[in-house]
């Protein structure tokens, strides 16, 4: 599995709506619910906001959303909050391997 | 609650040998995977492996495969990652993983992170 693909920036004003694309094979995104997605602020240590493509966990804001078509999975974040600027970072994964995309910036304007 | 609290910040000749720590606490420690996720500086996440502390069995991802161990020792809750000769390129920022359970690896939490350097 190569590593997956993730536009290098994204960018968004406060109060609107923002998707991240995560692009793969099919041997990577081809699986039925194998995608994660974590934020990473400057500094600090990531945390899981979504799993299994469209799950929460416990404490996530529901403005996180996650979907996935095909071989392309999306994290979508609506309502834009200055505090969601970071880096975030999609992965897959089986239960022998999991390999992580290349990350993209949020900034919120 | 749950905590994973990792060893400190280390600095490394090239050829060294090292052994960083993550003491878990607050679920049970041996029924759950734990792993490290590499981070050089500057880039992106890259996962390393997971260790199973009730078996000891592991998982390696295929970079880091004969380049690193990962063991665990349930007696005291703690996993760890070790080299046996340190490289230059192994300076980054390490973090501790749990893995949430079920199948596919899903790390609900993180530690801290513990930033090896390595240099001459």
């Known amino acids: 599995q190569s590593a997956l693909t993730q536009p290098a920036s994204v960018s968004g004003s406060p109060g609107q709506s923002i998707t991240i694309s995560c692009t793969g094979t099919s041997s990577d995104l081809g699986c039925y619910n194998c995608v994660s997605w974590y934020q990473q602020h400057p500094g600090k240590a990531p945390k899981l906001v979504i799993f299994d493509v469209t799950n929460r966990p416990s404490g996530v804001s529901n403005r996180f959303s996650g979907s996935k078509s095909g071989n392309t999975a999306s994290l979508t974040i609506s309502g834009l909050q200055a505090e969601d600027e970071a880096d975030y970072y999609c992965s897959s994964y089986t239960t022998t391997i999991n390999v992580f995309g290349g990350g993209t910036k949020l900034t919120v304007l | 609650e749950v905590q994973l609290v990792q060893s400190g910040a280390e600095v490394k000749k090239p050829g060294e040998s090292l052994k960083i720590s993550c003491k878990s606490s607050?679920?049970?420690?041996?029924?759950?995977?734990i792993g490290w996720v590499r981070q050089m500086p500057g880039k992106g996440l890259e996962w390393m492996g997971m260790v199973y502390p009730g078996d000891s069995d592991t998982r390696y991802g295929p970079s880091f495969q004969g380049q690193v161990t990962i063991s665990a020792d349930k007696s005291i809750t703690t996993a760890y990652l070790q080299w046996n000769s340190l490289k230059a390129s192994d300076t980054a920022m390490y973090y501790c993983?749990?893995?949430?359970?079920?199948?596919?690896?899903?790390?609900?939490?993180w530690g801290q992170g513990t930033l090896v350097t390595v240099s001459s």
């Open positions: 607050g679920y049970s420690f041996a029924i759950y995977w």
């Open positions: 993983v749990k893995h949430r359970g079920g199948n596919g690896w899903r790390f609900d939490y």
